[in-house]
């Protein structure tokens, strides 16, 4: 596997600080926010600097029931010939649900959501990574991913899975330790278990981001600082097997290029320590786990190292292994964004945490495609926008989210909406062209403020 260093998520808002900073040999970007044809001049200026560029995808749902769109690997697989990237990322999650497979209707996530780790599962993943690598001109990774709820019966531990993945599709992996740790305030799940019993021969890079905790519930929001408890899982990969490239990755809250150097410092010293450094935040390691093997109806068990195609289990998902994951995955999307009843066996808090978290995203995103919402409602925007979501699940995409949330406050007598105003935005927003009036009624509500 390609080395690539110490690096950095490259986002607009630290291009320049980027440009700046000693030590980066590569960033990651994400996938869906470039254009191949007209690539952001920091990012083409680090290319011609011998910088490595990789994109990151985040709308694939490799975890999801239904086989990968084809239109969105070929956007991905353009993204990496665009960058020269020596291979690409995605997630083991979903991010929609619904649709032909499930006869109902189709629903968007608008976040990365854990998949049960079951069979099923498994099977369904497996084949859609295949598909996925057919499709790219370069290796893919696929990244674990952090969550704020478990599935009900599920078959395999963290690591279980992932090793099978690996060994079944021969798919790099991501392994994001910030991620370990969430599952592990969250689910409960030991990170060392799950680094014990990875492939570590598999891993292409790692991921370190910061977070914070809420009411017992740890957010992974890339917008705070890396804890001593994500460099001690750093640690333990570390000592482990030396990770061929290790990324800070920060969204959100950008502190002074400064902090984000002594990160990045704090990074490297326990990578090129073999993670002596960081061992007292480090998680007292489990007993390696069995690697996940099949079971027969006769309970013998078959050896899933790789000792070539006759012992390994067929990786050709049933359709009804597809539809079963779908109807799951749907009722459990349809509850955290439709209000419809939730499956048994989930936890009732920790969905609730989970849905309110999907709708918070979902008013950032919209107030950032559409920023002339927020001063148009002012202090109300997230409130009216919260009751909106409530039972109007995201389905054509933000932008289109934004006019139909214009038009439910419009649809009725609301105190505190300029509706003039906002009428006069929803207007100029989804005829066939601007009318050029957005700007000059956003400016007339802050007038009025003033």
Request: with cysteine.
């Amino acid at each position: 596997m390609r080395r690539l260093g110490t690096g950095i998520g490259w986002r607009p808002e630290i291009a320049e600080a980027v440009e700046r900073m000693p030590g980066i040999d590569w960033v990651e970007v994400v996938a869906e926010n470039v254009c191949p044809g007209h690539l952001p001049e920091g990012l083409r200026r680090l290319r011609e600097r011998g910088v490595t560029v990789v994109p990151h995808g985040v709308s694939l749902g490799l975890g999801g029931a239904e086989r990968p769109d084809a239109g969105r690997l070929t956007a991905l697989a353009e993204r990496a010939e665009a960058l020269g990237a020596p291979l690409v990322t995605e997630h083991i999650a979903f991010v929609r649900a619904g649709g032909a497979l499930t006869a109902s209707p189709r629903l968007e996530a608008g976040h990365l959501l854990p998949g049960p780790r079951t069979r099923d599962a498994l099977d369904v993943l497996c084949e859609n990574v295949r598909i996925a690598q057919d499709a790219l001109p370069v290796p893919l990774a696929v990244e674990n991913i952090a969550a704020l709820f478990s599935w009900p019966d599920e078959e395999l531990t963290e690591g279980q899975f992932l090793y099978e993945l690996a060994d079944r599709t021969g798919v790099r992996l991501l392994i994001d330790v910030a991620n370990l740790h969430t599952n592990h305030v969250n689910r409960g799940e030991d990170p060392a278990e799950a680094l014990a019993g990875l492939p570590l021969e598999a891993i292409a890079y790692v991921h370190v981001a910061g977070g914070v905790e809420r009411d017992g519930v740890w957010h992974d929001s890339h917008a705070h600082p890396v804890p001593d408890a994500v460099l001690g899982i750093l640690a333990d990969l570390a000592s482990r097997a030396a990770p061929p490239g290790v990324l800070l990755e920060r969204d959100e809250n950008f502190p002074e290029p400064a902090e984000l150097e002594r990160e990045l410092a704090a990074i490297r010293e326990v990578v090129e320590s073999g993670g002596r450094v960081g061992a007292r935040a480090r998680p007292v390691p489990s007993a390696r786990p069995v690697p996940s093997a099949r079971t027969d109806d006769t309970g013998d068990t078959g050896d899933t190292g790789d000792t070539g195609d006759m012992n390994r289990p067929d990786d050709t998902a049933d359709v009804r292994a597809r539809q079963r994951l779908g109807v799951a995955q749907a009722a459990v999307l349809s509850s955290l964004v439709a209000g419809t009843p939730l499956p048994e066996g989930f936890d009732r808090a920790r969905m609730g945490v989970q849905a309110r978290a999907l709708a918070a995203k979902r008013a950032d995103v919209v107030a950032k495609v559409a920023p002339e919402l927020p001063v148009l409602l002012g202090a109300s925007y997230r409130k009216s926008f919260l009751e909106y979501a409530r039972t109007r699940p995201l389905g054509g995409g933000y932008r289109r989210d934004a006019l139909d949330f214009a038009g439910f406050l419009l649809d009725g007598e609301r105190a505190g909406v300029p509706r003039r105003e906002l009428r006069e935005w929803w207007l100029d927003r989804s005829g066939p062209a601007p009318r050029g009036r957005v700007a000059r009624a956003a400016r007339r509500v802050l007038s009025r403020r003033a």
